[in-house]
């Protein structure tokens, strides 16, 4: 019963994926990677190809988990590459929501990538990838989603804005953390608030930074102890004490610009 035992593969790469993303440790996302890679020995593009690519979109994500606990780029590169086969079917075309979703985790991967580099190729084709999946998850059909991608794009932004002498990628990375702002909002979502306003906090001291602005160096505090205030709120232990460390550092370095 090939069809049959491939379902329950996928079944079962779904239920390893979702226990891998709550521990610390990459067993059971390794497990899960095989597992999606034996059904895609029967879910074939020539005789599936949605289920095909949904089915390589789920293995990119489970393998871009595994990157990001892992050292080097082989995993991410191998997540790259599944998010771009799943491109082939998943078509804007034929299903735009999920093509939009791939897009979103190929920049995702693509971004993770290039903060692992020198260079800025990646964080382009990042870039590139988190835009166009915003021309489908619009505001208005999927607000919060919207608001993820936003915060998702103010992210890769500002990676390459930190890589460059200017300021165009950095101005840009706020226009997007306060876009997302509009809708993950204080009360309504309050530990993604936090995490936008963290992301705000460091796009405003970069550019702070680069043009000698004091008042962008206090409106990036505001945005940094506005974030650490919600965090500790929510019981998240980890960020609280990285903004709090982050807040410590802004303020020794507005001293020294009001010199």
Known sequence: MPLQWAVTQNNLAVALFALGQRESGTTHLEEAVAAYRAVLEEWTRDRMPLDWALTQNNLGAA???????????????????????????????????????????????????GERESGTAHLEEAI????????????????????????NLGNTLLVLGQHESGTTHVEEAIAADC????????????HEWAN????????????????????????ALTSMRNAAEVYQQ????????????RITELEGELVGLGR
């Open 63 to 113: 393998l871009f988990a595994l990157g990001q606990r892992e050292g080097g780029t082989a995993r991410l590169e191998e997540a790259v590459a599944a998010d771009r086969a799943a491109l082939q079917e998943r078509t804007r075309e034929r299903v735009p929501l999920g093509w939009a979703q791939t897009q979103t985790n190929l920049g995702a991967v693509l971004s993770a990538l």
């Open 234 to 245: 929510v019981g998240d232990s980890h960020h609280t004490s990285r903004t709090r460390s």
């Open 128 to 151: 590139t990838a988190e835009r166009a999946a915003l021309e489908e998850q619009m505001r208005d059909r999927a607000p919060l989603e919207w608001a993820r991608m936003q915060s």
């Open 179 to 190: 876009a997302a702002l509009e809708e993950w909002t204080r009360d309504r979502t309050p």
């Open 196 to 219: 936008s306003e963290e992301g705000l906090g460091n796009a405003l001291a970069t550019l702070a930074e680069r043009t000698k602005n004091v008042p962008r160096m206090q409106d």
